[in-house]
């Protein structure tokens, strides 16, 4: 066909985005809208226009649904503008088309683009396939598309569209090297070669002759589920020769070549369940000769325009329709998965929705407009992804500027082999930017136990090689507000196959970069069965209130609750860590070789069987300058502190540790791992053993010291130093921390208020000065850089306990459970008996739990709450607790009326409230509608949910208004200054059985 010159130009933009999709494909509109049909006759050069063919739609001969293009009479094309593409990029323009009658023709065709038009002529009589690549050229952003009927005959089209074909998978396609690398050669009794000729354009080509050989080349990377053709230019040698491109473990898709001219060949292949790599071949068997050259890999998406919002309904939804609207739904994974998503699209699954598989869309966002996956249909509930034995569930690679929010992940299926929940992959291709993964529901991931970048982990985000590396890493990703359960092996992690560098042992030159602006917050792991939480390779992350409830369940090999590796200035603080099993490793924490600058601070650590803290390394100056401070321990078993291997510079100070009675945890165990640790220096912590093992170890430390440190109960064998004190240090109440959980799918936090000192404590004021402190304590008190801190976690002035009582002047019924009779006041805030017996009831299994693990005591004694230990009862424990939980309540309540946000409180009031949301939740229930948490709250539940929220709200308003801490401060300081007026006879009268 001759290039074709338009005259008149009818031009049709999508209004957004970035386009490569065709209006109108099918003409199921029953018109041309968006198409321009212009009909000419004459030569050229085209100028006339004298119209002799005609361009309609037709019904009854469509290649799918109802209707199709219909060219007829003289010469005649129907065209139409895509707008907005991809400068440098390769796409495939493709349609069914047939002729009436046999020797007619029909051209599809593109041009306009860059470069000379493509077309291909159809003259199949019966619908067809028919395909074009054209690639735009460096500045190009637009192309013509279109069907031309020459002067003779008749065509029908339909079911056009613009697909983009991705880069060439392979590396070398040309040989334009002039060798085969990465190229594998198998030739047992033949050769292959690469020279340079002339026959097929120039350039070079791959050789094989003599007997019998094969060029091979592995691909990794591929996306499940996913078509790929492999194709090349090939001929036979002579004839009756043949060579056969082909694909292993396709045998179905391989191709016997025998031409001797160069011609394109192609196979296609479509991946399943786990295929992430596949090896191409050109095979040739022991007789002849053979020549390939210019092969490729690719894979056909359709493309989005941008911009755009895209529903799949798994019931309701249909793959043909075009996904822009709820009621125009796609269905399947494969539809989401063939088509390449831009800048600023969402991907929103409707919430009552089930699909197996893995979820793997395609393309990538930009800067101010990431393509977002996420929900649509309601709150309560969210769409579920079952990998159904897949090795990812959920799965980008080499892909940025992606959000994933509100999913439902779990894969039981072939339980023991590799599976990661939601892994986002970076493999060659430099930094990738703005990876978060939000809001996710991770569980029954049950994968293997490696413990290795290519292990098994509920959220993974990982740097990889390929055959031909480029070091790779990712910048700024967010892990934030996920709940991973039950997972096999780590719950949460980064890591990177780019580790080698001297800190960790490895000198061989392979290559080292650390992920940046790592943010893992406020995600909650429970029964991991290795690691809970674990970045690897990051510098500068921010690791901070997240909860993990069990880790090493059952992985049988060194794990940790939350910790890193091979990183540098990492901060992790705000976490809590309980239940990690086994004591092969097995702290709630733990600074790992490979790390310089790692601050732990501000963290939690309780019922652990290894113990709190892990400080280790293994290789010279693999582990330097960790920091832990403000940090506390209960009930940790087996170490507290462990340092083992030659670590160096490490400062431990103002940390609590709490062991119960019946203890045997050792405090600090030295011990060596290739060399003994060089330097650690404890200062200003609180060693309350109320009974513990021994200290190991200590003296192996080349430069050890212990200063200012308070051990209390237990000190027997702790180590010399200066100014250490071994007085009580009068916790508020040690042993008495809480245990944090998930309510309502938001992390509550165990509360570690009884670790505060009181007021007459000898650790007050007796610590060390220590530079660059960090600023604060574990309760936002400041510690000042030139005042001599507290010893321990806390540096406030000393709490009242017991509160002062002061006889109320008048006297109430105590048989009265009416809001009028009051048990204690609180500065101006009276506290009514109904409150207060909730209040208490609140604390009843934290009474029960502090009995059992101090005094083995039994709640089933039936004089439990009147039975004395150490000069009190439990009745007088509770009450005294609730008294103290009161005060801090009522500062939070002066902090909100300060704000302005309540004017008063009152516990009736807040009752009556409770009993209308509770019947609005029920009105919803019965009208089916979605609601947003419980369908009924709890007084405690609800309690916490208002003032939490309000709270939020004050700290955000106050933020505007510096300096945030000394109001926030002042409301709480007023609160434990106030004089507690009680009732004496409703207090001594209070039921509590």
Not at 43 to 51: E, K, L, V
Not at 63 to 86: K, M, W
Not at 384 to 402: E, H, T
Not at 657 to 665: D, E, I, N, Q
Request: proline share 4%; net charge negative.
């Amino acid at each position: 066909m001759r290039e074709i010159k338009c005259l008149l130009v009818c031009l049709f933009f999508f209004s957004t985005g970035k386009t490569q999709s065709i209006n109108n494909a099918g003409f199921e509109t029953d018109s041309l809208h968006a198409w321009f049909a212009w009909h000419l006759s004459g030569t050229s050069p085209w100028y006339a226009w004298n119209p002799s063919g005609t361009s309609t739609i037709i019904s009854g001969n469509a290649h799918s649904g109802n209707y199709a293009v219909y060219e007829s009479g003289g010469e005649t094309s129907i065209e139409q503008l895509i707008a907005n593409l991809e400068p440098n990029t390769t796409y495939i323009f493709e349609g069914w088309i047939k002729v009436v009658a046999p020797g007619q023709s029909a051209m599809l065709g593109v041009k306009n683009y860059g470069n000379t038009a493509v077309t291909v002529s159809a003259t199949a009589t019966t619908y067809s396939k028919y395909q074009v690549s054209f690639t735009t050229g460096a500045t190009n952003t637009q192309a013509t598309v279109f069907l031309y009927k020459p002067t003779t005959g008749a065509a029908y089209g339909d079911d056009f569209n613009l697909v983009v074909q991705s880069p060439n998978l392979l590396i070398n396609p040309a040989f334009e090297t002039g060798s085969l690398l990465p190229w594998y050669s198998w030739q047992p009794s033949g050769n292959t070669t690469v020279k340079r000729e002339t026959a097929g354009g120039d350039g070079y080509a791959v050789v094989q002759s003599g007997g019998e050989t094969s060029l091979e080349q592995v691909i990794y990377n591929l996306h499940p589920h996913t078509t790929y053709t492999f194709e090349g230019w090939i001929k036979a040698g002579a004839p009756g020769e043949s060579v056969i491109l082909g694909v292993k473990n396709y045998k179905a898709g391989e191709v016997i070549v025998t031409d001797t001219a160069y011609k394109k060949y192609q196979t296609s292949f479509t991946t399943g369940d786990t295929v992430t790599q596949v090896t191409v071949f050109l095979y040739k068997a022991s007789t002849g000769s053979a020549y390939g050259r210019d092969f490729n890999l690719f894979t056909l998406s359709a493309g989005s325009p941008g911009n755009t919002t895209y529903y799949i309904d798994a019931i309701g939804g249909r793959d043909a329709n075009d996904g822009k609207s709820a009621a125009l739904a796609w269905q399947s994974l494969y539809k989401v998965n063939n088509t390449t998503f831009n800048a600023g699209d969402s991907i929103l699954f409707k919430c009552d929705g089930v699909w197996v598989g893995t979820l793997s869309p395609k393309g990538s966002g930009k800067a101010g407009s990431p393509i977002v996956i996420s929900r649509y249909g309601g709150t309560a509930t969210r769409p579920i992804f079952n990998g159904n034995g897949a090795l990812r569930v959920v799965y980008l690679s080499n892909q940025q500027y992606w959000e994933i929010t509100n999913l439902e992940i779990l894969n039981t299926a072939r339980a023991g082999q590799k599976k990661r929940g939601i892994e986002v992959e970076n493999r060659d291709r430099g930094k990738l930017t703005h990876i978060y993964i939000r809001n996710n529901f991770v569980h029954d991931v049950l994968g293997d136990n490696t413990k290795d970048e290519n292990g098994s982990m509920g959220i993974m985000v990982v740097a990889r090689k390929g055959s031909q590396p480029v070091l790779s890493w990712f910048d700024s990703v967010k892990i934030e507000n996920n709940i991973v359960k039950t997972v096999n092996r780590t719950g949460i992690g980064t890591a990177s196959e780019w580790w080698c560098r001297p800190s960790v042992g490895c000198t061989d030159g392979s290559g080292y970069v650390a992920h940046t602006h790592v943010e893992i917050r406020s995600n909650y792991v429970e029964n991991a069965g290795g690691d809970g939480i674990v970045p690897i390779n990051t510098v500068h992350g921010l690791i901070e209130y997240n909860l993990v409830n069990g880790a090493n369940v059952n992985s049988g090999t060194p794990n940790a609750g939350i910790w890193c590796w091979n990183g540098d200035h990492n901060v992790f603080q705000f976490n809590e860590a309980y239940n990690v099993r086994s004591t092969n490793d097995g702290q709630g924490f733990d600074v790992d070789y490979g790390q310089d600058g790692t601050i732990f601070q501000y963290n939690y650590s309780h019922d652990n069987e290894g113990g709190f803290m892990l400080i280790c390394n293994e290789v010279k100056g693999g582990n330097t300058n960790a920091i832990i401070r403000y940090n506390i321990s209960q009930n940790d078993q087996h170490l507290l502190f462990a340092l083992h291997g030659p670590v160096s510079n490490v400062q431990i100070y103002n940390n609590t540790v709490y062991l119960p009675a019946g203890s045997k945890t050792i405090p600090v165990s030295v011990s060596s791992w290739n060399g003994l640790p060089v330097s650690a220096y404890f200062h200003n912590n609180i060693f309350y053993l109320t009974s513990a093992g021994k200290w190991l170890g200590w003296n192996n430390i080349a430069t050890p010291v212990f200063d200012h440190n308070l051990v209390f109960g237990d000190a027997s064998g702790m180590p010399a130093g200066h100014n250490n004190l071994t007085s009580d240090p009068q916790l508020v109440s040690p042993g008495g921390g809480g245990t944090g959980k998930l309510v309502n799918g938001m992390i509550s936090f165990g509360n570690a208020d009884g670790y505060q000192l009181t007021s007459g404590s000898p650790a007050i004021g007796a610590g060390k000065l220590i530079p660059s402190n960090g600023g604060r304590d574990y309760w936002d008190n400041p510690v000042l850089g030139t005042k001599a801190p507290n010893i321990g976690a806390y540096n406030g002035a000393g709490v009242m306990v017991p509160p002062t009582i002061v006889l109320l002047d008048e006297q109430f019924a105590v048989s009265s459970y009416d809001d009028s009779v009051t048990v204690v006041e609180i500065g101006d805030m009276k506290v009514s008996k109904r409150e207060f017996i909730w209040r208490m009831d609140g604390l009843r299994s934290a009474c029960f739990d502090f009995f059992l693990q101090r005094y083995h005591a039994s709640f089933t004694d039936s004089h439990f709450w009147d039975r004395v230990y150490d000069g009190t009862t439990p009745l007088q424990w509770i009450k005294n607790r609730t008294v103290e939980q009161l005060k801090e309540e009522k500062g939070k309540i002066r902090l909100l009326q300060q704000a302005g946000l309540l004017k008063g409180y009152d516990y009736s009031q807040f009752l009556a409230v409770l009993a209308q949301e509770n019947e609005r939740r029920k009105r919803l229930v019965e009208q089916g509608a979605a609601i947003y948490g419980p369908q009924q709250y709890d007084a405690n539940s609800y309690y916490e949910y208002l003032l939490s929220n309000a709270l939020m709200e004050a700290k955000r308003m106050m933020a505007a208004n510096h300096p945030v801490s000394d109001k926030g401060m002042q409301a709480y300081d007023d609160a434990s200054k106030a004089v507690v007026k009680v009732n004496a006879a409703v207090w001594d009268a209070l039921p509590f059985r």
